[in-house]
């Protein structure tokens, strides 16, 4: 079965707006991973968040968790150039395997 | 900061033969993971290794697929008899207990 799937699989905007991507899951889950990856390149850890944490910052990031929507979303705030990159979330399953939804391909025009 | 190392960046090899791809995980991490991505495609897992054996294995990781750490450092994907849709990047990952993975550059393997 399909585990984390984000939505919108794809989003274009201007430099200085926000981000919004959101995932769904449909397991119980240890924690919530959120990475980014550049094209062609390796998956760069961004923010984990406990299924006992609601919200998480770091930076210019927000990361939200709902395990009774069993949902997440990750907000960039003043979103840059650098930013564009691919957007996965990852599930952190009770056995210890992480499994990732479709991606977020984010392109930030400058 | 702690790195997790692949070899080789880039594999070019015949449909059939065997290819091994390797990783250098962080030290003292307790889990690892194989990861494939078929271009433009999501991010899928392979097979996880704890406790020098496989924790769990997706339906992916067939018969022609297996994993080691022969030396207790280097971790291996060996793939036996390659096929034309193996073509993708494989990621090794590693992690310690309940924490992020950290992933590896990744090794792309194109097989003609």
């Known amino acids: 079965s399909q585990q984390g799937e984000e939505d919108p699989q794809a989003l274009s905007i201007q430099e200085g707006e926000n981000a919004t991507m959101n995932c769904s899951y449909k397991?119980?889950?240890?924690?919530l991973q959120w990475y980014r990856q550049n094209s062609g390149r390796g998956l760069v850890h961004l923010i984990l968040?406990?299924?006992?944490?609601r919200e998480k910052h770091s930076g210019r990031l927000r990361v939200t968790l709902d395990t009774s929507k069993k949902s997440s979303s990750l907000l960039i705030t003043a979103s840059r150039a650098a930013d564009t990159a691919s957007y996965f979330c990852?599930?952190?399953?009770?056995?210890?395997?992480?499994?990732f939804g479709q991606g977020t391909t984010l392109q930030v025009k400058p | 900061e702690p790195e997790v190392t692949q070899t080789p960046s880039h594999q070019v090899t015949q449909m059939g033969q065997e290819v091994i791809l390797r990783c250098v995980p962080i030290?003292?991490?307790?889990?690892f993971y194989w990861y494939r991505q078929i271009l433009g495609q999501k991010v899928e897992f392979l097979v996880s290794?704890?406790?020098?054996?496989?924790?769990?294995k997706s339906e992916i990781f067939d018969d022609q697929f297996s994993v080691e750490r022969p030396d207790g450092s280097n971790f291996t994907l060996k793939i036996r008899s390659t096929k034309l849709e193996d073509s993708a990047m494989y990621f090794c990952?590693?992690?310690?207990?309940?924490?992020?993975?950290?992933f590896g550059q990744g090794t792309r393997l194109t097989v003609v």
């Open positions: 968040i406990r299924s006992n944490e």
């Open positions: 397991t119980s889950i240890n924690n």
């Open positions: 990852a599930t952190d399953e009770k056995t210890g395997k992480l499994i």
């Open positions: 990952a590693t992690r310690g207990m309940n924490t992020e993975a950290f």
């Open positions: 290794f704890y406790n020098n054996e496989i924790s769990e």
């Open positions: 030290s003292n991490h307790l889990y």
